[in-house]
């Protein structure tokens, strides 16, 4: 009698590695990342505290308009942190901010956004494509 949950349990094991491996696969067929969805994920996840539209207030974070190819720490009239304005001396590309993305704490580890955890790889891409299309 036992064997035959067991064998459910490894079917049901062998299908779910088989999905992974085909949701990992679409995932990195979109490595260019697309700017609609990051969009979506934008206003999820990072509109709380940041605008992005060009002469938008300042929120908890700074304006993001033309992020992509700007200096850090340098939105006019945002008090940044001490942490992160005298750290943060690069400019702003797509794989910086796909390090900063994934983990701000690692990055600048008193930074104030540091209560955000990071987002998701799958979603990291899609954000950087709809950051870098806001100039
Ligand atoms: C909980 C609020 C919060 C969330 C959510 C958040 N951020 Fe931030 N972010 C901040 C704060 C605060 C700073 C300024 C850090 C400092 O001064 O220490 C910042 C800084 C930044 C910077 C550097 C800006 C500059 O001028 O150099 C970028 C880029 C950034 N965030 C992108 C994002 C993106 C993209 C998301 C969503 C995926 C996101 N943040 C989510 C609060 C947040």
Not at 41 to 68: M, Q, S, W
Not at 81 to 107: H, Q
Not at 112 to 123: K, L, T
């Amino acid at each position: 009698m036992k064997t035959v949950p067991l064998r459910a349990a490894t079917v049901l094991t062998a299908s779910s590695a088989a999905f992974l491996i085909i949701a990992l696969s679409m995932t990195s067929a979109s490595a260019a990342g697309d700017a609609t969805k990051g969009r979506a994920d934008f206003v999820r996840e990072c509109a709380l505290c940041h605008t992005i539209g060009k002469d938008e207030p300042n929120r908890y974070g700074p304006n993001l308009f033309g992020i992509v190819g700007r200096a850090a720490a340098s939105v006019p009239g945002y008090r940044y942190s001490p942490a992160f304005r005298s750290s943060a001396n690069w400019v702003w590309k797509e794989d910086v901010l796909g390090a900063w993305l994934s983990s701000p704490a690692t990055m600048v580890p008193a930074s104030r956004i540091s209560v955000f955890e990071g987002v998701a790889d799958r979603d990291k891409d899609d954000i950087i494509a709809y950051l870098a299309a806001q100039k």
